[in-house]
């Protein structure tokens, strides 16, 4: 049985409550970046607008905005991007008396996750779900966003991990911060991260010197396309993405050495440029960074239009090895199509690199085939690709 | 015995070292915000440069900067902040071979924190130490900057205890981001935070307006100012400090909602904006933000130079429940002059509150008495100030 | 207005729920430590036995046991602890059918804590409460139960905090582990924890001895008391204790050097000399051990029953710096009558004393007192008590 | 190059330190479970003794215990265990003043773990350490104890993994407490961990019995090997322990439920059979409990004496998603043959896995042949095995 993306089942229109609501109310923006009083503050539940006798569900939706008419359409603003003339939805009750409906029974449960997970928990079938998506994803043209924090690079295992789910196809974009593209390059540059030895961690003779150097280096290049052109940078995830072409999207903060050139010192034009790719995202996984985590997460749309009109969630995975920072990421997407792994993500990326891309024949089971299949078939719970996996042997 | 800042020892410039040493060789900058090759890298520990026949302590330092001659002085800059013809110093030993010597011998043990202190450690000495420092620099016309997360304005009692802080002379200067200043100010307006009642903690209807509602009003009024003098705010950290004409910094960062008015969108400005206070401070108390803490552990200079030409360390407290996050602050730091406290900011500050503004006369320690004034005797260890505490009620 | 617990109300035994309701059944046990099968689970909620026309409420609970009936009482039991002939209650329901009904709807829903609270959250209310519910069980005549791991006596300020509760009339008993009572009577001794100075925390020579020097000699004295009786121990809170003739019990675990003298090695016996005290408590406050909080949590009885038939909350105070721990006290504890405070237990003991051994005339509040007093009116939350402290020097 | 365990340089007893050393001075027990005043305090640190003209090094040693000699040999002993007439080592000095010295330059660096990593660190190295370390002692007869908490069960992957593991010989004792072996027979006898589906998490309906349920099952039963033998347990590691012969020791604590039969209710008499595997121990691994493993890290000799004489290593490896419990166990080894890894165990559980149990030939390296190849060349530290697992498909 093929994988499927959970079902979205659209609204009854003519039921009461739809039949019976009026038509959104808009008042005008007078001052840039300022709403109108009143407005309808946006979340991610799907959300459905009526307007000129069409129920609107606006392309993309975020947290913590407001809804502007545009036409026949609506479109999702934070309040910053406001321009004078915007038309903005009013009215703060959600069932139809100012036009809007928030609509919570599309998805179905298993779309909500289980809030408050914690770290003593069985993270087996959010990892099976996790493979099972990304590889939908990678053979229906999804576009997979990762949202990395520094600490990802520290590892000479995950580099190469995510290099190697790169380059086969499990990464369409990289929205992360200074911090995580100076070490990954520093890493490729001169084989250390904040001057230890990335392999052995021995610290190298004047290593402290080796951040602050790559960063003038690659200010002097003036941009990471040319300072990896030039021939510096062996290996990494940076260089990867540079080789293959996928788009990375660098946001600023107070705490950046440097920066590098392609750091955008605007936070507002940074966010921008996320919103750009996470406008085109299918599922985004989120690793190791509370600030990008939880800024993407208010962000990206928790749903997709897809070109037939099927309505689908958009996933978020998110992982830490601290139980707080995944926990205010599931708040910030309401819970709905997020799920949690208390880990390190070194650990998490070597996992998925090795379920994604070891070949199913090669998995060594024997010693304890029947005990599993024993047990699956009692759960019935695995899905068929899984236990392919384990009865290969035996069909032998 | 009254309390003093630990003494500096300045070197011995007739010594050996010192003599022997080259003077600086510097080279020019060709391209703005890059550095020559072969630069010297700034640290926390303070460090002498040799030009003209003179050895210069800069102002102030910075960590992961490069020293810049200007005319017969030494000013530290991040690269970003190099111009065109800005003279750079080179080299990487620090040992006078190029003209710069680090002088580690100047500050005597006890300002070197004991890194990695856990959770599981006596913090008396830690919190004794801050109050006379504290008093001691209200009464030196000392300057001490706070930098602050979210998260101490979510509780009643801390939000009391900043303005009095405040109004008892014990801030000069706030460090925030745009969350921090959105639920105070959400709490003088509304009562709440994020929607719940700042001292109940039950959520009030359409409360999750609030956050939005008052960052919208905000804007509309142009500042924070402005928005205070209409009114429109009751209490909390931000009135007090407007009041009082008490300078703050709100640095962005992409997680921003609204943002307020005052909010840097450019990092990199805001980063010289919180330069500015630093470069004024003689005590640093960090709560509860990594993203903030860890910038100005490496922006603000850990020491200063007073009017009489004597060296002093800054101070900086850092305080988080998370033991990782003051570990990192720390190592920022060098380990010069920090002290790590993990706890809950509402207690510190409460704690704090109640050590600063009640009388040493209403402290009552009756039953103890004995107890407590043997121990001090054998330790003999607690400071003067605290002995005439404990031993009021015998005395009289 | 005087503080008061909150009711419970007993249920309308007239209801049809009740009317309709079976008599329970019942099997005897035919080994030991074994129970009939089917037997009925007992938790935390206040459950109601119908036996020969009368509803029983055990008059203590505990989370996983068995319900036996003794004559004509119901008495709850560990697995272990049942004995051959035991009369076990069968069922699995507990909406009557098996004669046994659980009573949600006794305590409002103020009792019921909120689940999940993380550490960003406000305090104020739950320290005010507790300040409220000391001061109650103080004069009372009320049982307070402290559960204490090692950290707390790590500190200077707080062993001398405990210690002034204890002379306060705030303990009235303590339920811990070897190394807690060790490294106080350490403190005691030598002056140390683990070898440093309990203020300064700078090492002794030779101080990595005291630990093991300190259980040698008292299990050569024999016990606590007669080391104590012979002059060695100068401070401290099982000193205080000893002097109170508080007791306290002290289970064991294969982690303990030594162990003292009174530690139990047989845990079943320390469990069931933890339930002789946790059978008096009427509040129990458990900082900064998960072994020995979700034990207590699990086998303390979640309500009591006063002399006057009244059924009164046993309240759980359940403070860590780790967010995990509390949280899984608070779910052994079902959530009834639990609050959780995520900080530092050194600064929570010292808020306590502070809060409770200072004399309301003597705080100092003059500089905010409009802005409190405005905001307490406006909020309309804080007590009565509290509020007379922060208008006492406006009415002067 | 075969994998080759670290070498100990046996001291030069004929230098002046050792020439010029005195004999050990003793005295006797005069009551049971108390020393002499004045003993030697053990370490983990290679311990050399001198007596009769000889020094001797004993077979075990334990941190916080004392040496007793007994005929020509020196044993290690808790306080609880020393008897009447016992002869204990006097003297605090290692110095060889005492006839004792701590030899801390038999182990080279390599041995001695870097203290306080934190948790953004590269860990591939310890990961391939160990894994060659696991294959080593599987093919050297070495005897490999895994100590592990309730956690490292709930997991559907975990629970395979480990039973694999033991299947393959890389398992030979289990130390636990009562919760692990619990919650892993709950999952093979109903399929749940606390009542939630092991691998959906689903709750099932009166699933919170199944806890207790197993409990009194398997007491009634009578022990763990007749309720497996009954036929009542479909899978788990416990399973998997009892058909290989495999020995696990529970102990028990005051958080017990039930207890299972086999659980050690008098610590001390679990401590004891705790010793009896750790005596036999090459390697220990530690998951996830603070309780059982620093217990075991001061337990278990940090060496051992190979039957041709050879003094190697006894490493712990110690994993946690818990910075600090694993900075704990650490410093219970005083930083000897230790390796902490911060992660979710689950993780580590199926990573080593994966590594020991899938064919090298399987592994899938095309799409970064050269990449990692060069990246191996040039850091020249990976380990010959690893080269050829990365190189192999270039050879075909």
């Not at 089942?9 to 009026?22: G, H, Y």
Request: proline share 3%.
């Amino acid at each position: 049985m093929a994988f499927e993306l959970p079902k979205f089942t659209p609204p009854d229109f003519t039921s009461e409550k739809f039949l019976s609501a009026n038509e959104i109310r808009v008042a005008e923006v007078k001052k840039d970046g300022v709403s109108p009083k009143g407005f309808y503050l946006t979340s991610h539940i799907p959300t459905y607008y009526h307007y000129n006798n069409r129920w609107i569900l606006p392309k993309h939706n975020s947290q913590n905005c407001v809804a502007v008419l545009q036409k026949e359409d609506i479109i999702i603003k934070e309040l910053n991007d406001l321009v004078l003339g915007d038309k903005v939805v009013l009215g703060k009750e959600s069932d139809g008396t100012n036009g809007v409906i928030v609509y919570r029974e599309g998805f179905d449960e298993a779309v909500i996750s289980h809030a408050g997970k914690s770290v003593e928990t069985s993270f087996t079938n959010d990892y099976d779900y996790l493979f099972d998506l990304m590889r939908y994803e990678k053979e229906n043209g999804g576009y997979i966003v990762w949202v990395l924090g520094p600490s990802v690079v520290f590892d000479f295992d995950t580099r190469i991990g995510l290099s190697q789910l790169a380059e086969n196809g499990y990464v369409q974009a990289l929205l992360a911060g200074n911090a995580m593209a100076t070490h990954d390059l520093e890493g490729g540059y001169l084989d250390t991260a904040l001057g230890q030895n990335i392999y052995t961690q021995v610290s190298q003779p004047m290593g402290h010197y080796n951040h602050l150097d790559l960063l003038n280096e690659v200010r002097r290049a003036g941009s990471i396309d040319k300072f990896i052109a030039d021939g510096n940078v062996k290996n990494g995830f940076i260089k990867t993405l540079n080789k293959l072409d996928i788009p990375f999207v660098l946001a600023g903060s107070i705490r950046d050495d440097g920066p590098l050139p392609e750091v955008y010192h605007n936070v507002s034009k940074g966010l921008n440029a996320v919103k750009e790719q996470t406008d085109k995202a299918t599922l985004v996984i989120c690793l190791a960074t509370m600030l990008h985590s939880v800024s993407t997460a208010e962000l990206a749309s928790s749903y997709r239009i897809k070109e037939d009109g099927a309505i689908v969630p958009v996933f978020m995975y998110t992982v830490d090895v601290t139980e707080n920072v995944v926990n205010k990421v599931a708040a910030a997407r309401e819970n709905i199509a997020v799920r949690t792994l208390v880990t390190n993500v070194q650990d998490f990326v070597v996992n998925v690199q090795k379920a994604l891309l070891t070949p199913v024949e090669d998995l060594q089971v024997e010693s304890v085939e029947v005990n599993v299949n024993e047990y699956c078939e009692r759960t019935n719970v695995k899905k068929d690709e899984k236990e392919k996996e384990l009865k290969i042997k035996e069909e032998k």
